[in-house]
């Protein structure tokens, strides 16, 4: 919360090599649908498999969002994750354990 969103979610299956990047789209929503920040996506290789990295440029300052996904080339998908976001007390708690 308060950060700008960076997420990383695995794409896999058996047609996950043949997707290009410029096919994925994704946005970030309140958890009614509403819209909160367009994402950016940027497909990442490691490891022996694919990552799609979504960013966002602004700032989210909702508890929970949603993150949308589609993928709109040879192969047609809609996914939807819901991702709860610490707030910041939290944040600092989790990066300095006492």
Do not use: W
Not at 5 to 15: E, F, I, K, P, T
Not at 26 to 47: F, H
Not at 68 to 85: F, K, M, N, S, T
Request: negative net charge; proline residues 7%; contains cysteine.
């Amino acid at each position: 919360m308060g950060q700008q969103l960076r997420a990383q979610l695995d794409v896999s299956g058996s047609d996950a090599p043949e997707i290009d990047q410029v096919c994925f789209r994704s946005r970030v929503e309140s958890p009614d649908g509403n819209l909160l920040a367009p994402g950016q996506v940027n497909l990442s290789y490691g490891a022996g498999q694919r990552v799609l990295i979504v960013t966002t440029n602004k700032n989210l300052q909702e508890p929970a969002v949603k993150i949308v996904v589609d993928v709109g080339c040879e192969i047609q998908l809609h996914r939807e994750y819901l991702a709860l976001l610490d707030p910041p007390q939290f944040r600092s708690l989790t990066q300095n354990p006492a």
